[in-house]
C-alpha cells in the first residue's frame, strides 16, 4: 500500500542548477499538492492541482513550476536553484474535488539542499 | 488569506497525563480543520479531523474540539504514551470553488516522559 511516493529522498544542488522532484499516488485522488516545510514554520503550500489538467499557485510559488502529467504524477521543477530553496518539500494528495475539505494524505519528503 | 496561529510550540508532559495544544484561525469561511503527526524523518500523518457542523470528535485518546464562535480548535490527547511523541500540525481549510488547500498552524513538539 505505497500511497503518495517521492522520489529523490534527498538531493544536494549548487545555486543555479535545475531539478525536478517527482510524486506519484496510487489511490486515485483527483487533488494534488506541493508543500515546503521550513523550522518553526509549518507547511507552506506551493503549487497545487485541483484535477488532471489544472494548477494553481499557492501561498510561495516563486523560483518554481509544476506539471500535472496525469490523474496519478504531479511534479515539481527548480529551474535556477538558490539557497533560500533549501527545504523539505512534500506532496500530498486528497481524493474529491468537492466544495469541503478532505483529508490529505502526505508523502515522506524530499530534503533538498542547495549550496 | 487564512491565518493559523498555534500554541505552544513545545509540550513536555509525564506519561499518563493529558497534553492539550490549541489553534486559532482569522478566517471564518474555514470549514475543515484537520490535526497531523509528523514524526521524524517522515511525512505528516493525519490523525483527527472536524468539520464546522460538528463541536467535538473523539478517536479512542484523541479528541478535538472547535469554537466556531471564538474562531479556535484544540486537540485534547489523554493517557499519554511515550509513542505519542512527536511534531503535531493543526490546519484549516477555506472553502472556496476548487480550492481546499490547508494553511498550517507552525507545530508544537510534544515530548511524553517515560
Known amino acids: 500500500n505505497a500511497g503518495v511516493t517521492q522520489t529523490p529522498k534527498f538531493q544536494v544542488l549548487k545555486t543555479g542548477q535545475s531539478m525536478t522532484l517527482q510524486c506519484a499516488q496510487d489511490m486515485n485522488h483527483n487533488s494534488m499538492y506541493w508543500y515546503r516545510q521550513d523550522p518553526g514554520m509549518g507547511l507552506r503550500l506551493i503549487y497545487y492541482s485541483a484535477s488532471e489538467g489544472t494548477t494553481d499557485k499557492g501561498e510561495v510559488p516563486n523560483g518554481y513550476n ?36 478532505q483529508p490529505q494524505h502526505f508523502g515522506d519528503g524530499t530534503r533538498l539542499s542547495i549550496l | 488569506g487564512e491565518n493559523v496561529e498555534q500554541h505552544p510550540s513545545t509540550l513536555s508532559v509525564q506519561e499518563g497525563d493529558s497534553a492539550v495544544i490549541k489553534c486559532t484561525y482569522s478566517d471564518s469561511a474555514s470549514n475543515y480543520f484537520p490535526w497531523y503527526k509528523q514524526e521524524l524523518g517522515k511525512g505528516p500523518q493525519l490523525i483527527i479531523d472536524i468539520r464546522s457542523n460538528v463541536g467535538e470528535k473523539k478517536d479512542q485518546r484523541i479528541a478535538v474540539t472547535l469554537n466556531k464562535t471564538a474562531k479556535h480548535f484544540s486537540l485534547h490527547i489523554t ?36
Do not use: H, M, W
Not at chain 1, 515539481?76 to 481524493?95: G, I, M, N
Not at chain 2, 512527536?86 to 517515560?114: D, E, H, K, M, N
Open chain 2, 79 to 114: 493517557e499519554t504514551q511515550p509513542e505519542d511523541s512527536a511534531v503535531y500540525f493543526c490546519a484549516a481549510s477555506i472553502s472556496g470553488t476548487g480550492r481546499r488547500a490547508l494553511t498550517f498552524g507552525s507545530g508544537t513538539r510534544l515530548q511524553v516522559q517515560p
Open chain 1, 66 to 101: 509544476v506539471s500535472r502529467l496525469n490523474k496519478r504524477e504531479f511534479s515539481l521543477r527548480l529551474e535556477s536553484a538558490a539557497p533560500s530553496q533549501t527545504s523539505v518539500y512534500f506532496c500530498a494528495s486528497s481524493p474529491t474535488r468537492e466544495e469541503q475539505g
